[in-house]
């Protein structure tokens, strides 16, 4: 941070130049030039040396917020871009440092911007001073006294609809360590007559439309106001309302900041009482009545007005009614009481108002003192802000403005004295030596103002005091030339208020407007004449002069670019006459009075070092030799600088410029040479970068070829290897083959030949048939061994076994295939050997189902694997079928539990099924007692569905005893055996075949009908049990899953 502050400067990207002093050559087109160019780039400050130039923006910029606040604090004055913080920030600083009482002079003409510079200053200086609850409610109330002054004393006008019509200056009181304490506000010369009567196109003090907009309705009832501006004469009302201002909520504002500034309500209230008094004394009107005496005397035309301010007031109607129409002239012991004609009612009145309303103003700035005085009693550092009207030149310049511009001269010549003076002192202190300098002093002109025997002032007294007629014409009789128009000098300077007037003022039994005209009190009659506005002044601004010279000044000279408080328009003819009359030229020629730049070495050699070998890039001893080696080799003209103790005085401002000139082309090729060697850096380390993967690649390459070309070359060494060696191989192959075939071919060769030996030998032995024989013993032997082998290979004994040994020989085949059939028959025959005769049974009966039901009905499958048990109801065993028992005498073939089907309805009903060997018989599942009997030759036939179902009817011989109630429709889990057992037992008993009908639509009669019966195929609604529903009358239907 510390380097970056030096490293900045004021010469930074300058627009123009920022400081005047630099401007070369320093003409007041070139000076104008300046600040037209600056503000047009919004660059509204400029600086002539310590001093600030501010041109008004009329617009807000972006300039004031709390990051600027925090840019320029604690930073060099001439390090950043000028600006009226480093003003402030330069003044603070030095109050709390180096303990000296510093004064802020704002000055230009209305409009210029004053009364904003010197918020700008008070709310800078508050932004950096101290924190704390105490501090902070300093700050407040130091800060709100502006718009209670601003409200009674400011008024719109054709320059400024905000102008301050009265001069201030406040000294804001510090404690050492720089916090605020409390302040003291003067004020200089309220434009009074402002109250009375306003120029065309201006208004009255902000007060009066404040009030009347924004009071409440019985705020105003109690000031016995109406809101209606037309209603008071002494509103103007071409101008009641300025653009952009609120006028209602202004009033808020101000009593807001009343309240904080510390006024009790009840002052507040009788300030305003006082406001509306003065207003409703405009009303007033007055008529001429004629007397015996021939002479004019005015009376009130409207005695209402005249009442409701003196209730307001607690005056006596009478003595008010008096003073106006009388005037009272003490000499001596003597009193004279004369008659007022109308035009001197009208007069006294307007003096009344304006006296009252100047005199409230003088309490409340004294009102306030009191509030923001500081409250110990320790030393104190003090800050003056002076925000008083700047030079004035008008077409009519009248006494107001004679007196503002003797003020502003005043401030000129201590301007003048103090900057030389402080110029002088730093050349001292430098030790440089004092060249005498040529410049304007207007000390003259201050003489010819306040000079006590012929000074203007004194004579226009002296006129005033002069008995007799008193006219402005014989003031100038007296003044040989003068710019100012005369008229109402002498009635301004005198500024009377008939003595009637202020002993009827004092008498009101309102405690403010009493303690208002403290003259009026009979006991302190006083018969000299009061001091006159001008002489009064010039005391004052004596007053301030000292005060000021015991400080050091800080200048804000403010400039208004045109006429028409328009953003962007500057108007160079209006700019050039301010900078004329505030003698700007001339503040650039004391400033430049010898040296027109200094610095100090160090940042002077860290900002120029670069232009010279030995101070680059680091300069080892002191910085002054370091500036002096630069500046030799720079080879700068000696006249053109001197070295103080502590910094480098520069003559002329082209040798600055000369000197930033070479810094900028040298800061260029100094950047051009970091590029440079930054930029073949980068490439070298880039190309070493580029270089170095090169050679890995590279080298990975290689490698990577090298074992590629030999792998190829291990492969093709393999590919020939292995041909030779199997070329070899098969050359010693074909080789041995050949020694074999030859060793072969010899041993055949031998082996016939023996053979043809043994042969030729046994030849005589061989007899006819031998051929026969040795074939019937190859065969026999070949038959025996075929059967030895098949005894050894035996398939098992069981019958579904389908294992068969394979022929052997083809001759064989018929032979094999017996054998097979013949053992196949043999085992069976012993499998049916092991069966006793029961098994038999059983058998035989599974046999009979099976020719019965086999791929018929679809039950039949799950059938076969139930062995047949016949009784499954143990009728001997239970007691409870004991009856039963004891009524059949027969074989019992099946009992079994049956659901007989209900043919009315469908539903069943259990029954017990009983077969024996001549009857079938129905009996009750829990008595026993037997339903029906039907003997066996009665059954004709049994029906049932080819489906897997247990349903099945046993149809009867028609014309029997037992078809008399119908055929019988049952269903059985064990519908197979019981229908194959009643085939075999009617078979055996009958040598009949019953007839079993499978089809899934039959017809069973009952009693006299034929009921259908029908399966169909699905519904699943019952799981699995087909169930058995009365369709109508001739339809029975089954559903069967
Ligand atoms: N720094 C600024 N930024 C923006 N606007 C500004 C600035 N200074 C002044 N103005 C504008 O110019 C107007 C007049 O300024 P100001 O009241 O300060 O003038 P003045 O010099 O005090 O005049 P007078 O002598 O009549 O009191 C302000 O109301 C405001 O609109
Ligand atoms: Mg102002």
Redesign the pocket.
């Known amino acids: 941070m510390a380097k970056m502050e030096v490293k900045t400067s004021l010469l930074d990207n300058m627009i123009g130049v920022g400081d005047m002093v630099l401007l070369e050559p320093l003409n007041e087109e070139t000076f104008i030039n300046n600040l037209k160019k600056r503000f047009d780039h919004s660059e509204?400050y400029t600086y002539i040396g310590s001093v600030v130039i501010?041109v008004?923006?009329?617009?807000?910029?972006p300039i004031?917020s709390p990051e600027k606040v925090e840019e320029y604090r604690n930073r060099n004055f001439y390090e950043l871009s000028p600006h009226?913080f480093a003003l402030s920030d330069e003044a603070y600083r030095s109050l709390r440092d180096q303990d000296k009482d510093q004064c802020i002079l704002?000055t230009?003409?209305?409009?210029?911007?004053?009364?904003?510079?010197?918020?700008?200053v008070m709310s800078y200086v508050a932004a950096v001073c101290g924190k704390g609850a105490e501090v902070n409610q300093v700050k407040e109330q130091l800060l709100q006294s502006n718009p209670v002054l601003e409200a009674f004393g400011?008024a719109k006008?054709v320059?400024?609809?905000?102008?301050?019509?009265f001069g201030k200056y406040m000294d804001i009181e510090f404690d050492f360590k720089g916090d605020p304490l409390g302040g003291v506000i003067s004020n200089y010369l309220l434009e009074k007559s402002r109250v009375v009567k306003q120029p065309r196109g201006e208004r009255n003090f902000h007060v009066f439309y404040q009030l009347l907009s924004g009071a409440s309705e019985e705020l105003l009832n109690k000031l016995k106001l109406e809101r209606d501006f037309s209603r008071y004469n002494y509103l103007s009302l071409d101008s009641a309302k300025v653009n952009g201002v609120d006028d209602a909520a202004n009033f808020r504002t101000v009593r807001n900041a009343m309240q904080i500034v510390g006024f009790m309500d009840h002052e507040a209230e009788s300030v305003l009482a006082v406001v509306a008094a003065v207003l409703k004394l405009g009303n007033i009107e007055f008529k001429p009545e004629s007397r015996v005496n021939g002479l004019d005397e005015s009376k009130i035309k409207d005695k209402n007005e005249l009442k409701e301010i003196c209730e307001l007031t607690g005056i006596d109607q009478s003595v008010l009614e008096r003073a106006f129409s009388f005037r009272t002239v003490e000499a001596k012991q003597e009193k004279v009481s004369t008659t007022l004609n109308v035009a001197q009612a009208y007069y006294a009145r307007d003096a009344l108002a304006k006296n009252l309303y100047s005199r409230l103003f003088s309490w409340l700035v004294n009102r306030i003192n009191e509030s923001i005085k500081a409250q110990t009693k320790v030393r104190k550092k003090v800050m003056g802000v002076l925000?008083i009207?700047?030079f004035e030149i008008f077409e009519d310049n009248s006494f107001e403005q004679f007196i503002i511009n003797y003020c502003n001269e005043k401030l000129q010549q201590i301007f003048i004295e103090l900057t030389l003076k402080e110029e002088q002192e730093e050349y001292i202190r430098e030790d440089i030596e004092w060249t005498h300098i040529d410049y304007f002093n207007n000390a003259i002109i201050c003489d010819l103002i306040e000079n006590n025997t012929n000074g203007i002032l004194a004579m226009l007294d002296e006129e005033c005091l002069r008995p007799g007629t008193v006219t402005d014409e014989t003031f100038l009789e007296k003044l040989n030339q003068v710019l100012y128009q005369v008229e109402g000098f002498v009635d301004k300077n005198n500024d009377l208020l008939y003595r009637d007037l202020s002993q009827a003022m004092w008498k009101a039994s309102h405690a403010l407007i009493k303690s208002l005209f403290p003259e009026g009190n009979p006991a302190k009659i006083n018969l000299k004449r009061p001091p006159t506005a001008g002489s009064q002044f010039k005391a004052s601004v004596a007053t301030l002069m000292k005060n000021l010279q015991t400080k050091n000044p800080n200048y804000i000279r403010?400039i208004?670019p045109n006429d028409k408080?328009a953003a962007h328009i500057f108007n160079e003819a209006l700019v050039c006459h301010q900078i004329r009359y505030l003698g700007l030229l001339e503040n650039v020629r004391v400033r430049r009075a010898g040296y027109a730049f200094r610095q100090a070495y160090e940042p002077c050699l860290e900002r120029y070092k670069m232009l010279c070998k030995q101070t680059w890039p680091h300069w080892k001893g002191p910085a002054r030799s370091g500036v002096e080696v630069l500046f030799n080799e720079l080879e700068i003209p000696v006249e053109e600088y001197s070295f103080g103790r502590s910094k480098i005085f520069i003559r002329n401002p082209r040798t600055l410029f000369k000197l930033e000139d070479l810094r900028k082309q040298r800061l260029e090729d100094l950047a051009t040479l970091i590029q440079k060697i930054y930029r073949g850096w980068k490439c070298r380390t880039h190309f070493l970068l580029m270089k170095k993967s090169q050679i890995v690649i590279a080298a990975w390459y290689r490698r990577y070829a090298q074992q590629k070309r030999y792998q190829q070359t291990k492969s093709s060494a393999l590919v020939i290897q292995s041909y030779i060696r199997g070329w070899k191989a098969r050359k010693i192959l074909r080789e041995l083959k050949h020694q074999k075939r030859c060793k072969e071919a010899v041993t055949t060769i031998a082996a016939y030949w023996h053979g043809t030996q043994v042969r030729r030998e046994y030849r005589k032995f061989f007899r006819a048939n031998a051929g026969k024989k040795i074939y019937e013993f190859t065969l026999q032997r070949i038959v025996q061994k075929y059967f030895l082998e098949m005894k050894n290979k035996m398939p098992s004994l069981s019958p579904i076994d389908k294992n068969w040994p394979s022929r052997p020989y083809l001759f064989l085949d018929s032979t094999h295939k017996e054998l097979k059939r013949i053992f196949h028959l043999w085992r069976c025959k012993k499998y049916r050997d092991q069966f006793t005769d029961q098994q038999k049974l059983i058998y035989e009966e599974k046999l009979e189902a099976s020719e019965l039901f086999k791929d018929k009905k679809a039950l039949y499958p799950s059938s076969v694997g139930q062995p047949f048990q016949g009784a499954y109801l143990e009728i001997n065993k239970n007691p409870k079928y004991k009856k039963l028992k004891d009524a059949i005498e027969e074989k019992i073939i099946i009992a079994e539990v049956v659901n007989k089907i209900n043919r009315a309805n469908g539903k069943s009903t259990s029954r017990i099924f009983l077969l024996t060997n001549n009857n079938l018989l129905l009996a009750d599942q829990k008595s026993g007692q037997i339903k029906s009997e039907v003997p066996l030759v009665d059954v004709t036939k049994v029906s049932m569905s080819s489906q897997n179902d247990g349903f099945f009817a046993v149809h009867l011989k028609e014309g029997s005893e037992a078809a008399s109630k119908g055929d019988f429709l049952f269903s059985s889990d064990h519908l197979i055996e019981m229908a194959t057992k009643l085939y075999r037992t009617t078979l055996s008993q009958t040598k009949q075949k019953l007839n079993i009908e499978i089809s899934d639509e039959f017809l069973v009669q009952f009693r006299q009908d034929k009921v259908c019966v029908k399966f169909i195929q699905g519904n699943q609604k019952n799981g699995s049990v087909p169930t058995c529903k009365r369709k109508n009358n001739r339809l029975l239907e089954v559903a069967v899953p």
């Open positions: 509204i501010s008004n923006p009329y617009r807000s910029l004031y009226i704002i230009g003409e209305s409009g210029a911007g004053k009364t904003e510079a010197s918020k700008l400011n006008t320059r400024n609809d905000n102008s301050s019509r925000d009207y700047g403010c208004k408080k």
